[in-house]
T-cell receptor, first 113, second 109 residues
Framework: DTEVTQTPKHLVMGMTNKKSLKCEQH?????MYWYKQKAKKPPELMFV???????INESVPSRFSPECPNSSLLNLHLHALQPEDSALYLC????????????FGPGTRLTVT | DAKTTQPTSMDCAEGRAANLPCNHS???????VYWYRQIHSQGPQYIIH???NNETNEMASLIITEDRKSSTLILPHATLRDTAVYYC??????????FGKGTRLHILP
């Protein structure tokens, strides 16, 4: 199984809502990542978890809260988002960290209204 | 602070070899060259990486010049499914992946 799955595929939320994005992998990878990709722009790193511990936070606003409940799962909790946070949110995993051979999921397309 | 320069877009006829260039003139001795691609509406996909020697796998070949200041990704027999944005990335061992603007490759039928 070389797949990273992400749910939901699409999400529309209001600025006062709380929602969560989920990511799962069963490749035994010990590093997991969240990226944000705005339209027609390259992906930008948000967070890195290595062995279930947060190792990199790219100065992301606190309205984004990552969580790694176990080595296979990665969540991104969203609260009080702004319309400019609308983007494709990509999850990736790799065997270790740093590792640049990363496997990406298809992403969650988020729209904040 | 882009470490790489790539053409904005390229066309290639289906069945022909697609050669995607990348300039990385400031590359350091311990920095690797990685290639990813992103097909529309999908997440990025790792293709290949190299340090000094040329590399080949089932997807592509990577040719790195002797001075390491540039490289070329070769897709030997391009198909329509190879239409994507191709990212050339220079990475040191303790760095993060920083995606540049990439090359938008169009495979023409």
């Amino acid at each position: 199984d070389t797949e990273v799955t992400q749910t939901p595929k699409h999400l529309v939320m209001g600025m006062t809502n709380k929602k969560s994005l989920k990511c799962e992998q069963h490749m035994g990878h010990r590093a997991m990542y969240w990226y944000k990709q705005k339209a027609k722009k390259p992906p930008e790193l948000m967070f890195v978890y290595s062995y279930e511990k947060l190792s990199i936070n790219e100065s992301v606003p606190s309205r984004f809260s990552p969580e790694c409940p176990n080595s296979s799962l990665l969540n991104l909790h969203l609260h009080a988002l702004q319309p400019e946070d609308s983007a494709l949110y990509l999850c990736a995993s790799s065997q270790g960290q740093p590792s640049y051979e990363q496997y990406f999921g298809p992403g969650t397309r988020l729209t904040v209204t | 602070d882009a470490k790489t320069t790539q053409p904005t877009s390229m066309d290639c006829a289906e069945g022909r070899a697609a050669n995607l260039p990348c300039n990385h003139s400031t590359i350091s001795g311990n920095e690797y060259v990685y290639w990813y691609r992103q097909i529309h509406s999908q997440g990025p996909q790792y293709i290949i990486h190299g340090l000094k020697n040329n590399e080949t796998n089932e997807m592509a070949s990577l040719i790195i010049t002797e001075d390491r200041k540039s490289s070329t990704l070769i897709l030997p027999h391009a198909t329509l499914r190879d239409t994507a944005v191709y990212y050339c990335i220079v990475i040191r061992g303790d760095d993060k992946i920083i995606f540049g603007k990439g090359t938008r490759l169009h495979i023409l039928p």
